[in-house]
């Protein structure tokens, strides 16, 4: 049995999100393969290669790779279970934007259902994943005869990126299709750490006011802390701060060792983000918010007078 997983990267590093999706592969069971496609992305599959329990990196360099369109990358991915001497039996990526765009594609071409976002392996056809807003679990068994997975990086450890040995072989590239084109990026760069790979966040929702206030009370406590900032989905809805900012259902799954959720409510969409995280502190003037029956530490008390207090205390 071989496995195909999906590599996400920037053509110069690997994503840590498909250590994890790595990790999901190794609990299936079987030989696991890497897809490394790009760009003058050689650095990569190197990479790729020393990542414990990798036994194959499958490398398509070519322009058209470089920005990893879903058209061309989805393509690519049928190719190769088509072309596979043994046939790939699962196609694994993370449940991230670029593995949401690309999975649905491939399954669509393979004609076969996709499971999406499992948090549990219990066999090589049986998996866990959330439903109704992580309220429920359910336990889905497929048939198919090549199972397409995205994998919910929060319930997956991230796999050794060093010790394996794995072989790097070269692959002939598809065809351009010419169906979608990379305009522009608009990246939002800071010297913070990545949301969805950070170990402590600091989170900030509709009871910041406005958005000066929330730069001006959290970024002191990030700061201090050296945590990522995270939001809900009210305050990016009010323009407090861009939408890469989001925690939640619709926005970004995180599960850090330290999450603090400041002037946030706790709706149901927000909980499904974060509640996996290892200590849930709160701070929120309602005793009667949702996000105390979440919180590890919770304190009642006014935002804006507790995180100055927090922050001098540091």
Known sequence: MSLLVIAEHDNAGLKAATLN???AAAKIGGEIHVLVAGANCGAVAEQVAKVAGVAKVKLADAAHYGDQTAENLAALIVAEVANAAAGYTHIIAAATSNGKNTLPRVAALLDVAQISEIISVIDADTFVRPIYAGNALATVKSSDATKVITVRTTGFDAAAATGGSAAVEAIAAGPDLGQSKLMSRELTKSARPELAAAKIIVSGGRGMGNGENYHALLEPLADKLGAALGASRAAVDAGFVPNDY????????????????IGISGAIQHLAGM????????????PDAPIFQVADYGLVADLFQAVPELVAGL
Request: a positive charge; proline letters at 3%; charged letters at 20%.
């Open 275 to 286: 509640k996996d995280s290892k200590v849930i502190v709160a701070i929120n003037k309602d």
């Open 21 to 23: 999706a790595v990790t």
């Open 246 to 261: 989001q925690v939640g259902q619709t926005g970004k799954i995180v599960a850090p060792q330290l999450y603090i959720a």
